[in-house]
């Protein structure tokens, strides 16, 4: 009965003393990654530092020097500008007659948007250009008047782009403004003489008159 007594006991202590190591292990272990001896805390920073590093090298990459291309044909502007990067592009007439570039080689840049220099790679360049035979305007004329409740002024400008600016649903009668009496098909080679309603009056519905003549021609 004392044999079976001591042996409980010596069980008892035997149990309590592996415990008491494994609690110290348990303690001695703590933060650091068992798997490789290195303190957990260190390797998220590590990671941090690393992904950190990584945004600033992607943001580099994706900003590039756009070419300054004016005075290029608008085909060649375009294919340089993809070269350097940039694949969003766009281009209008810059003597804001509407005209669309369906043949860019027939077509020079007189103005881009952005400036030359560094861009961000997924910025639009839009290029202001005019027929080679053309001389480019002094300012660009790409502006397109915005009709709202009032008559813009259209004086000057392209019937194509005042038929733009109005409501499609407002009626609009084109003349000649020469005793010749020709009809206007192309919208984009006739810029308007007179209107009415004037500009600056409320449209309100009220359908709308335009004469015109070619360019090159006086009213």
Known sequence: MRTRTR???????VAAALAAATFLALTACEGTDTSSGTNTSDTKQSSKARTDSDSDEAAKADTAVLPDLRGKVLQTAQDEAQAAGFRYLTSHDALGRGRVQALDRNWKVCSQAPVAGGQPTDTKVD???VKLRETCPAEDADAVPEAGATMPDFKGKSVKVAREALDSGTAITVTDASPDDRMVLVESNWQVCTQDPAAGSDLDGLPVTITAVKFGETC
């Open 127 to 129: 290029f202001g250009a």
């Open 7 to 13: 042996t409980h006991i010596r069980t008892r202590a």
